[in-house]
């Protein structure tokens, strides 16, 4: 069935253009904000703890790093509040531009940070403060870049595809990120630590001058055009889906956490782990990481357009399932100590995450009527955040120190698969469904949508 739109008059060739520029420009620009949000991750492994604590052994240093790691995810809920609310008063698209700008503004300011040799443990205080701005940018992004390729899908069984280019924008991002870590660190002796570090940091401000670019040139969603004509607009979208729609909210966190939490242990704890626990190169680590992004690129549309097909909720459930006996595969693999089997780990580590996070994007945003769905969604998705993402590499750190064995850590991702697949089984699946309606109330059997979506256009 076609995507009815009644506020804008395009021909179905200039539908197709405008879903195009909504694709790449919602791609582009989830890359650059996790770009620039994934590139702590990376440095906190490798640098931040030699250069802002310097003074605690390493295994400490690493978790203060990780700590103001952490703290970029506490404020990604906060800027789901605030964009998630002016994301459903004025618009996707201008939201949208205002995330960029801040998240690269303050990624470049990071570049020029001087380290504790300079100004002590001010450099970490500042530190804490642009990771927190990161946090609030990247907590508004996620939501607008869905909702602007969903909201302009031409067809009700092509969502979940079309939804899961943007979620590839974050493999990218850390593509991009490990690529330019991994060439600014054949610097030769201590320049990498001593200003190399800095320039992936600086390069934030030309792929935000790309991204701004491309952002700007496209048009409102007509789903949003919609709620304007007719007039339904919230004044607090926020206080409303609180009130209307918690149980989508709670359900969509807790899905997320077999995604969220193995996701971060498998490219930022690993850091850690391989080079101070098995003392394998640091080249090797980013280079599997790139290869496992690099499968990603297929992995993670195949897993969306398979939710088209099957259901999101059924999809979604084999891949956290997947993860659930991964874990042990993963680690087994990384502990011989061979290169040969930690790089197929590597490789391989995100295939479960992927079949998690195609689909996930649609399964959580269709959650949500058209009103409220920009507050819903992110709030949702980024309180995942804060329950599993963020203190993953934090958990899987402190448990190896206390047990000295990685079989916790497969273990803690088994009890995150567990969480995700109850939780899943709460949302409703409406795969195939009519998502520009609005539908507080109405009830979403997933077989039936299954079957439309089957069907033809």
Same mark, same amino acid.
């Given at each position: 069935?076609?995507?009815?739109?009644?506020?804008?008059?395009?021909?179905?060739?200039?539908?197709?253009?405008?879903?195009?520029?909504?694709?790449?420009?919602?791609?582009?620009?989830?890359?650059?904000?996790?770009?620039?949000?994934?590139?702590?991750?990376?440095?906190?492994?490798?640098?931040?703890?030699?250069?802002?604590? %310097?003074?605690?052994?390493?295994?400490?240093?690493?978790?203060?790093?990780?700590?103001?790691?952490?703290?970029?995810?506490?404020?990604? %809920?906060?800027?789901?509040?605030?964009?998630?609310?002016?994301?459903?008063?004025?618009?996707?698209?201008?939201?949208?531009?205002?995330?960029?700008?801040?998240?690269?503004?303050?990624?470049?300011?990071?570049?020029?940070?001087? +380290?504790?040799?300079?100004?002590?443990?001010?450099?970490?205080?500042?530190?804490?403060?642009?990771?927190?701005?990161?946090?609030?940018?990247? +907590?508004?992004?996620?939501?607008?870049?869905?909702?602007? $390729?969903?909201?302009?899908?031409?067809?009700?069984?092509?969502?979940?595809?079309?939804?899961?280019?943007?979620?590839?924008?974050?493999?990218?991002?850390?593509?991009?990120?490990?690529?330019?870590?991994?060439?600014?660190?054949?610097?030769?002796?201590?320049?990498?630590?001593?200003?190399?570090?800095?320039?992936?940091?600086?390069?934030?401000?030309?792929?935000?001058a790309i991204g701004?670019?491309?952002?700007?040139?496209?048009?409102?969603?007509?789903?949003?055009?919609?709620?304007?004509?007719?007039?339904?607009?919230?004044?607090?979208?926020?206080?409303?889906?609180?009130?209307?729609?918690?149980?989508?909210?709670?359900? +969509?966190?807790?899905?997320?956490?077999?995604?969220?939490?193995?996701?971060?242990?498998?490219?930022?704890f690993i850091f850690?782990?391989?080079?101070?626990?098995?003392?394998?190169?640091?080249?090797?680590?980013?280079?599997?990481?790139?290869?496992?992004?690099?499968?990603?690129?297929?992995?993670? %549309?195949?897993?969306?357009?398979?939710?088209?097909?099957?259901?999101?909720?059924?999809?979604?459930?084999?891949?956290?399932?997947?993860?659930?006996?991964?874990?042990?595969?993963?680690?087994?693999?990384?502990?011989?100590?061979?290169?040969?089997?930690?790089?197929?780990?590597?490789?391989?580590?995100?295939?479960?995450?992927?079949?998690?996070?195609?689909?996930?994007?649609?399964?959580?945003?269709?959650?949500?009527?058209?009103?409220?769905?920009?507050?819903?969604?992110?709030?949702?998705y980024q309180l995942?955040?804060?329950?599993?993402?963020?203190?993953?590499?934090?958990?899987?750190?402190?448990?190896?120190?206390?047990?000295?064995?990685?079989?916790?850590?497969?273990?803690?991702?088994?009890?995150?698969?567990?969480?995700?697949?109850?939780?899943? $089984?709460?949302?409703?699946?409406?795969?195939?469904?009519?998502?520009?309606?609005?539908?507080?109330?109405?009830?979403?059997?997933?077989?039936?949508?299954?079957?439309?979506?089957?069907?033809?256009?």
């Open positions: 069935m076609a995507t009815t739109d009644a506020t804008i008059s395009l021909t179905p060739e200039a539908h197709a253009r405008e879903l195009r520029r909504a694709v790449i420009a919602a791609t582009v620009g989830t890359t650059i904000e996790w770009y620039d949000f994934l590139l702590y991750s990376t440095m906190a492994g490798l640098v931040f703890a030699k250069l802002f604590f %310097p003074n605690e052994d390493p295994l400490t240093g690493t978790l203060s790093a990780f700590g103001i790691y952490f703290v970029g995810f506490i404020a990604r %809920p906060i800027g789901a509040f605030i964009f998630g609310h002016y994301g459903d008063r004025v618009g996707r698209k201008s939201t949208l531009i205002f995330t960029l700008v801040l998240m690269g503004v303050s990624t470049f300011l990071v570049a020029i940070l001087p +380290g504790y040799d300079s100004i002590g443990i001010w450099g970490a205080v500042i530190l804490t403060v642009l990771r927190l701005v990161q946090g609030i940018g990247v +907590g508004g992004e996620w939501g607008g870049s869905v909702l602007l $390729t969903m909201e302009w899908a031409r067809y009700n069984n092509e969502r979940g595809f079309l939804t899961s280019w943007p979620q590839f924008g974050g493999p990218a991002g850390l593509f991009l990120a490990n690529l330019a870590v991994l060439a600014f660190s054949q610097m030769s002796g201590d320049a990498f630590y001593a200003w190399g570090w800095r320039v992936p940091f600086a390069l934030s401000l030309v792929l935000v701004l670019w491309i952002r700007l040139r496209i048009l409102e969603t007509p789903v949003f055009r919609k709620l304007v004509v007719e007039q339904k607009i919230e004044r607090a979208p926020i206080v409303e889906v609180l009130r209307k729609q918690p149980g989508a909210i709670i359900a +969509g966190m807790f899905a997320r956490t077999s995604e969220q939490a193995p996701f971060y242990i498998f490219t930022a850690f782990y391989g080079t101070k626990t098995l003392h394998v190169s640091r080249d090797l680590l980013l280079t599997g990481v790139l290869c496992a992004v690099v499968v990603s690129a297929i992995t993670i %549309p195949l897993s969306g357009h398979l939710s088209d097909r099957i259901g999101r909720k059924r999809m979604y459930i084999l891949g956290a399932a997947a993860m659930g006996v991964f874990g042990f595969i993963y680690f087994g693999l990384i502990d011989t100590g061979n290169p040969v089997l930690i790089f197929v780990a590597m490789v391989l580590s995100l295939i479960p995450h992927d079949m998690q996070y195609g689909p996930q994007a649609a399964l959580i945003a269709e959650s949500f009527t058209p009103r409220l769905r920009y507050s819903g969604a992110s709030i949702s995942a955040s804060i329950t599993a993402g963020g203190p993953a590499p934090l958990i899987a750190t402190w448990l190896f120190a206390r047990y000295e064995s990685s079989t916790p850590i497969a273990i803690y991702i088994l009890i995150t698969a567990i969480v995700s697949i109850v939780a899943t $089984t709460f949302l409703k699946d409406y795969t195939g469904r009519d998502i520009s309606a609005e539908y507080d109330h109405a009830p979403a059997d997933a077989e039936p949508a299954v079957r439309a979506a089957a069907g033809g256009r």
